[in-house]
T-cell receptor, first 112, second 118 residues
Framework: GESVGLHLPTLSVQEGDNSIINCAYS??????FIWYKQESGKGPQFIID?????DKRQGQRVTVLLNKTVKHLSLQIAATQPGDSAVYFC???????????FGKGTMLLVSP | GAVVSQHPSWVICKSGTSVKIECRSL??????MFWYRQFPKQSLMLMAT?????????EQGVEKDKFLINHASLTLSTLTVTSAHPEDSSFYIC??????????????FGDGTRLSIL
């Protein structure tokens, strides 16, 4: 299930389940979106990206969906594994800019 | 490719001292480097953007005299936390980018520096 902690929402799943992590963004000028995985004590690791002219993009075991109408982004992880346990952040870049704006993050906990 | 290295990975020091953190792009030339700060269970917040050979651009609310950034070469940027105090304790992360976006990623991140001020 999903719970909201003091600062970081947490999603707990069983190994083998599919996970869906959601992100809302507010800048309608954002045209490029990225999902990052951050393990404890490490920097963010690129997972997958999507441009605003697409609504879906697939990678290995991951799919990103973009709904520009409601400014919503999701990351789907298929057959979640214990190694997927980490904090996941969405990030956005506005057209013409180079700076990333990170979302609040979701902690994914995968139980064996 | 596109490896970014930060040093040190962890530092503890006394209040009032200055601490320097290095960020190096190991296998590419980084025209732009970014410095972020992350508190526990929170997101990354951009502190400043630095372009090689020019002054850094600081985000609103970040004291430029407190957080000195130098980007003197295409492979090295440093962040110096001057007269550090316990409230400066945080996880500092750098990233680097270059025109043409190696691997189509806009920024390549280091593994962060955990700074603890006693």
């Amino acid at each position: 299930g999903e719970s909201v902690g003091l600062h970081l929402p947490t999603l707990s799943v069983q190994e083998g389940d599919n996970s869906i992590i959601n992100c809302a963004y507010s800048n309608s000028a954002s045209d490029y979106f990225i999902w990052y995985k951050q393990e404890s004590g490490k920097g963010p690791q690129f997972i997958i990206d999507i441009r605003s002219n697409m609504d879906k993009r697939q990678g290995q075991r991951v799919t990103v969906l973009l709904n520009k109408t409601v400014k919503h982004l999701s990351l789907q992880i298929a057959a979640t594994q214990p190694g997927d346990s980490a904090v996941y952040f969405c990030a956005e870049i506005a057209a013409g800019y180079s700076t990333l704006t990170f979302g609040k993050g979701t902690m994914l906990l995968v139980s064996p | 490719g596109a490896v970014v290295s930060q040093h040190p990975s962890w530092v503890i020091c006394k209040s009032g001292t200055s601490v320097k953190i290095e960020c190096r792009s190991l296998d590419f030339q980084a025209t732009t480097m970014f410095w972020y700060r992350q508190f526990p269970k929170q997101s990354l917040m951009l502190m400043a953007t630095s372009n090689e050979g020019s002054k850094a651009t600081y985000e609103q609310g970040v004291e430029k005299d407190k957080f000195l950034i130098n980007h003197a070469s295409l492979t090295l940027s440093t962040l110096t936390v001057t007269s550090a105090h316990p409230e400066d304790s945080s996880f500092y992360i750098c990233s680097a980018s270059t025109p043409g976006q190696i691997g189509n990623q806009p920024q390549h991140f280091g593994d962060g520096t955990r700074l603890s001020i006693l």
